[in-house]
């Protein structure tokens, strides 16, 4: 019931509604015993992914021509969703409740992203801008953290480059829970 493209609704009218949404029922969930952690994100492994791809620069690379700029996978996630599916934070720092709509503006991004843009040097720190479809305006975002790589499409030609944003930034009501069970199959959780 929230809209990206307009940001309105009319049961979470604002960003700060969605989070207290996504919290109370993570809360909800995480108390129920047979549950060990939850996340939200807005695309999962091997998934469909909400948000689609973006191009961006590195802010202080050379510039290059707008069709020739790169693009990456784009996911919002909490910070939950790393820890719910045991993808580790390889280096830096993952998300945490202190990146909210009025702090700096961060990503995290994948282990291919660091090879193929980052080779030789440290990415934490660097900051990017994001050009965002649907006449969003740029946003600058300090990279804090890089995710460990996870699969892309069985049969992609290459490496699935991603941006990670914390879904307390860059808020959307087009979001998956992932929950991992404190014991069995996941299957009985629902």
Same mark, same amino acid.
């Given at each position: 019931? #929230?809209?990206?493209? &307009?940001?309105?609704? &009319? ?15 993570? $809360? ?8 060990? @952690? ?17 191009? #961006?620069? %590195?802010?202080?690379? =050379? ?5 020739? @700029?790169?693009?990456? +996978?784009?996911? &919002? ?35 291919? #992203?660091?090879? $193929?843009? #980052? =080779?030789? @040097? ?10 965002? =479809? ?5 946003? %600058? @975002? +300090? ?13 992609? =030609? ?28 996941? +299957? &009985?959780?629902?």
């Amino acid at each position: 019931d #929230f809209s990206v493209s &307009t940001g309105k609704s &009319t049961r979470y009218p604002t960003a700060e509604a969605v989070a207290q949404f996504y919290d109370a029922v993570s $809360r909800d969930v995480s108390a129920l015993p047979e549950v060990r @952690r939850v996340g939200w994100a807005s695309s999962l492994p091997y998934g469909t992914n909400e948000l689609g791809r973006w191009a #961006f620069e %590195i802010i202080g690379d =050379p510039q290059v021509e707008a069709r020739d @700029r790169p693009i990456a +996978e784009y996911t &919002t996630a909490e910070p939950g969703y790393f820890s719910t599916l045991d993808l580790p934070i390889m280096s830096g720092r993952g998300f945490n409740d202190r990146d909210t709509l009025h702090s700096l503006p961060v990503c995290l991004v994948n282990e291919a #992203f660091v090879r $193929r843009h #980052f =080779p030789g @040097r440290n990415p934490i720190g660097a900051r990017l801008s994001l050009i965002a =479809p649907f006449n969003r305006p740029v946003q %600058i @975002r +300090e990279i804090v953290g890089v995710a460990r790589q996870t699969s892309g499409e069985p049969d992609a =030609p290459e490496e699935l480059l991603q941006v990670y944003l914390p879904l307390a930034q860059f808020p959307t009501g087009d979001v998956y829970m992932v929950v991992q069970p404190s014991a069995g199959a996941a +299957e &009985t959780l629902t």
